[in-house]
C-alpha cells in the first residue's frame, strides 16, 4: 500500500493549512490550487443525503461540474463538518472523479434535484457516490481527513520537516 503520509506530504506541497485551523481559509487554498471554485453546502435534512453521499458514519457528497467543485455535507457538530469536509476534499485531491468504479460500474448519477433544483444536470460532471466507492478509495479519503485534522492542530510553527517527521512517525 502506498505510504499515505507520504502522498499527503505531497498533495498538501502546495495548499497551505491554515493556524489556528479555519475551514473557509483551508478550502479557498484547495480552490486555488485546483484553479476552481468550492462551494459548501450544508444539507440540513439528513435523510434527504443519506444513501447518496460517502459511507455511514460521514455524509458528504462531492459533485464536480463543469466549472466549479460542490460539496454537500450534513453533521451534528462543527467538528464533525470539518472532518466531512475534508474527506471530500480528500477524494478530489486524490482525483478520486467518479467516472465510474474500477470495476466498470457506470459513473454515478443520483437523483440531486430535490437537494439542489438550482443546478443544471447538464453540468454535472461527475458525482462520487455510494456506486462509486471501493474500499481503497474510501480508506484513503478517510486517511487523507485524519492526517488533516491531526495536522491542523499540530502546535505550530516548527520547521516542517520536524512536523513532518512527527507525521510519518504517527500514521505508520
Ligand atoms: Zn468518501
Keep these: ?9 505531497d498533495l498538501m506541497r502546495n495548499i497551505e493549512i491554515p ?6 481559509t483551508f ?15 450544508r444539507v440540513d435534512d439528513p435523510p434527504a443525503l443519506s444513501g447518496l453521499g460517502c459511507g455511514t458514519t460521514t455524509s458528504g ?5 463543469t466549472h466549479s467543485d460542490i460539496v454537500l455535507y450534513n453533521a451534528d457538530t462543527e ?11 480528500g477524494h478530489m485531491l486524490l482525483r478520486h472523479d467518479g467516472q465510474g468504479a474500477s470495476d466498470g460500474t457506470p459513473a454515478y448519477r443520483p437523483p440531486l434535484h430535490a437537494l439542489m433544483p438550482e443546478l443544471s444536470p447538464d453540468s454535472i460532471q461527475s458525482v462520487l457516490g455510494r456506486s462509486d466507492y471501493d ?8 486517511t487523507f481527513a485524519d492526517m488533516l485534522m491531526v495536522e491542523a492542530t ?5 520547521p516542517s520537516v520536524v512536523r513532518r517527521t512527527l507525521f510519518r512517525a504517527r500514521y505508520r
Excluded: C, Y
Excluded at 478550502?27 to 459548501?40: D, E, M, S, T, Y
Excluded at 467538528?79 to 476534499?89: N, R
Design 19 to 24: 493556524f489556528p485551523w479555519e475551514r473557509a
Design 27 to 41: 478550502v479557498a487554498a484547495v480552490a486555488k490550487n485546483r484553479g476552481r471554485p468550492i462551494f459548501l453546502q
Design 154 to 158: 499540530l502546535p505550530r510553527r516548527r
Design 135 to 142: 474500499n481503497v478509495r474510501e480508506a484513503a479519503a478517510e
Design 79 to 89: 467538528w464533525h463538518a470539518d472532518h466531512v469536509i475534508s474527506h471530500e476534499i
Design 1 to 9: 500500500m502506498v505510504d499515505m503520509a507520504a502522498r499527503f506530504g
Design 61 to 65: 457528497l462531492w459533485i464536480k461540474t
